[in-house]
């Protein structure tokens, strides 16, 4: 089945550090890709996607490009910022998932020290 | 972008009173929404899709008369939690697809509902 892996937390990081999270799929046909964000007690905010190999997805200074012969869509900011702090979920949905549902890694805590 | 709203954020309750949670679309139509439970520390579960007018598809090991959801109108998806106890203390998230986009794939997600149950 289809299923997301990415690398287990907590990250810190400094203030203006380089920030990379990884994110491998495993998915059947041509899923699209996500990175959502989740700020202290707060719902998910899609933070960007990219539907299509090759593509890359950028917001507020981070990008991931999808790689489909790695099946990965890393996460990178050049210079991470203390606002930074929060949980990053890589996601995936695809059409043979039942009806689009999307599948969420587990999750990735990163702290951002000034 | 589109807008999701879940009420209330927080709720207290006692064991064994039942608690509803509201997600509605405030600026599109979704004919279908999704209710997550997260626990903490934890990545989102997908409990059941919402389908306006039908009956909600339920995940495996999700009970479905202990997690009730009504899906009424194109903008409102409830989820009723019945003869709720401490195990089922979580925070709750709704997302709803917008209908009338080609974008079957996105979902906009709510601000999530925290439960407390004593």
């Known amino acids: 089945g289809n299923s997301v892996t990415q690398m287990e937390g907590p990250v810190t990081l400094s203030e203006e550090a380089f920030l990379t999270i990884n994110c491998t799929y495993t998915?059947?046909?041509?899923?699209?890709l996500f990175w959502y964000v989740q700020y202290p007690g707060e719902g998910l905010q899609l933070l960007l996607k990219?539907?299509?190999?090759?593509d890359k997805g950028s917001n507020k200074g981070f990008e991931a490009t999808y790689r489909k012969e790695t099946t990965s869509f890393h996460l990178e900011k050049g210079s991470v910022q203390v606002s930074d702090s929060a949980v990053y979920f890589c996601?995936?949905?695809?059409?043979?998932?039942?009806?689009?549902?999307?599948?969420f890694g587990a999750g990735t805590r990163l702290f951002v020290k000034a | 972008g589109a807008v999701v709203s879940q009420h209330p954020s927080r709720v207290i309750c006692k064991s064994g009173t039942s608690v509803k949670i509201e997600c509605r679309s405030l600026?599109?139509?979704?004919?279908?929404m999704f209710w997550y439970r997260q626990f903490p520390k934890k990545s989102l579960m997908l409990m059941a899709t919402?389908?306006?007018?039908?009956?909600?598809?339920?995940e495996q090991g999700v009970e479905k008369d202990k997690f009730l959801i009504n899906h009424a109108s194109l903008t409102l998806s409830t989820l009723t939690v019945t003869s709720a106890h401490p195990e089922d203390s979580s925070f709750y998230i709704c997302?709803?697809?917008?209908?009338?986009?080609?974008?079957?794939?996105?979902?906009?997600f709510g601000p999530g509902t925290r439960l407390t149950v004593l």
């Open positions: 600026d599109f139509q979704a004919t279908t």
């Open positions: 997302s709803a697809r917008d209908s009338r986009t080609g974008q079957q794939n996105e979902q906009f």
């Open positions: 996601a995936l949905s695809a059409p043979n998932t039942g009806g689009f549902k999307t599948i």
């Open positions: 919402s389908n306006e007018g039908s009956k909600a598809t339920y």
């Open positions: 998915a059947t046909g041509y899923p699209s």
């Open positions: 990219a539907t299509k190999a090759d």
